[in-house]
């Protein structure tokens, strides 16, 4: 042993291993590796220790011009859709902000059937997109515009219920028979379209993706065949912030974000008015109609309170003329005429026994008198 080294050595495990031969075999090279190994750990303990010591001096990764010339993009906040001219009413920013939750383009649960909600009066009754690729691909594109320009920022309620108010408009002889159709009804005048987007200028302005993407997903559930009840047979709704005229004559079912929802008055807004059967495809493009010169007023057949009065007297009209008659003979050919005309249709070959057989003569009757 040298005596110049003291008894206990404070020498670095390191150094103290390179005191052995690096030809050791056996115990000494499995001593080797499992020093090796805590080397490994005591350098990684030594890396870790000062960086969780001392968090707040980490500093965030930033790409300067100085690495390829890249930049980080400066993004340009928006003001928000109540703070913007045209798009705020008393109240707007309650509905504005409480939609933030709901904004994620998150697929609705395609096995939640709307209609479980409470409603009132009759619900409607499932309208399924028929026709081909091309008409279920407009209808599609109508509906999704009706509900983002109408309600894009308010929740699925109020998404739902516009989607619904389409599809019975729909369905109701008062209106188009398509869903492009009754979207863009009136939308050849520069007023009184049916859906204000339609005629004052909105479509021109390119919509955000992530409510447009909301928005596709709730027409394409009513299309699907989804009801949302809590809206009944509503036909008609408004904003909270107007009034119009005929609010006072339709039947109010209820506020549903920020629309106030009505049905047609009388036989009008009764369920048999409705037939959801009638819808056979054929859409029309889903864009506004030419504008006609000079045409700015409503039509009057569109009016509500009219639409109540007419189909009423349409029905009065149809009871008092009766039952319809019976339709008459046709007229047929000369030959077929010849060879007895509507007797060749008639059956008169069927069986011409009436007789029964007797244990079968009183089948029906009582073998005896109940209570006795």
Request: aromatic share 8%; proline share 8%; glycine share 10%.
């Amino acid at each position: 042993m040298n005596p110049d080294l003291p008894i206990t050595s404070d020498l670095p495990p390191r150094d103290f291993h390179a005191r052995l031969g690096r030809r050791a075999r056996g115990i000494g090279a499995r001593r080797q590796s499992r020093h090796r190994g805590r080397r490994v750990l005591a350098l990684a303990a030594a890396v870790a220790v000062p960086a969780l010591a001392a968090p707040q001096e980490w500093q965030p990764f930033a790409i300067g011009a100085e690495i390829g010339g890249a930049r980080a993009s400066a993004t340009e906040l928006q003001p928000m859709p109540f703070e913007q001219a045209g798009s705020s009413f008393p109240g707007s920013a309650f509905y504005y902000l409480a939609g933030q939750a709901d904004a994620a383009p998150a697929a609705l649960d395609d096995g939640a059937h709307w209609d479980a909600e409470a409603s009132v009066g009759p619900a409607a009754r499932s309208l399924e997109a028929t026709g081909t690729p091309a008409d279920r691909m407009r209808a599609l594109t109508c509906l999704t515009q009706a509900i983002y320009y109408e309600a894009a920022s308010e929740p699925d309620a109020g998404q739902r219920a516009v989607a619904q108010v389409v599809l019975n408009r729909v369905a109701h002889p008062a209106f188009p028979k398509t869903v492009c159709g009754v979207v863009y009804q009136g939308s050849e005048r520069s007023t009184g379209c049916q859906f204000t987007f339609t005629c004052d200028g909105a479509l021109a302005r390119v919509p955000n993706r992530l409510f447009w993407e909301r928005a596709e997903a709730v027409a394409r559930a009513a299309l699907a065949g989804y009801v949302y009840a809590p809206v009944g047979l509503a036909t008609h709704y408004h904003t909270i912030a107007v009034h119009p005229y005929w609010a006072d004559s339709l039947a109010f079912l209820g506020t549903i974000g920020a629309h106030r929802f009505y049905r047609l008055g009388g036989p009008a807004g009764a369920a048999a008015a409705f037939n959801v059967a009638a819808y056979r495809g054929g859409e029309p493009a889903a864009a506004p109609l030419p504008r006609l010169a000079g045409a700015t007023a409503t039509d009057a057949a569109l009016d509500p309170v009219a639409i109540e009065r007419a189909y009423a007297q349409g029905l009065q009209a149809a009871v008092a003329s009766g039952p319809v008659a019976a339709a008459a003979a046709p007229a047929y050919a000369p030959d077929l005429a010849a060879r007895g005309g509507d007797r060749v249709f008639a059956a008169s070959a069927l069986p011409t026994g009436s007789g029964v057989k007797a244990e079968y003569a009183h089948s029906g009757q009582w073998i005896a008198q109940p209570g006795m």
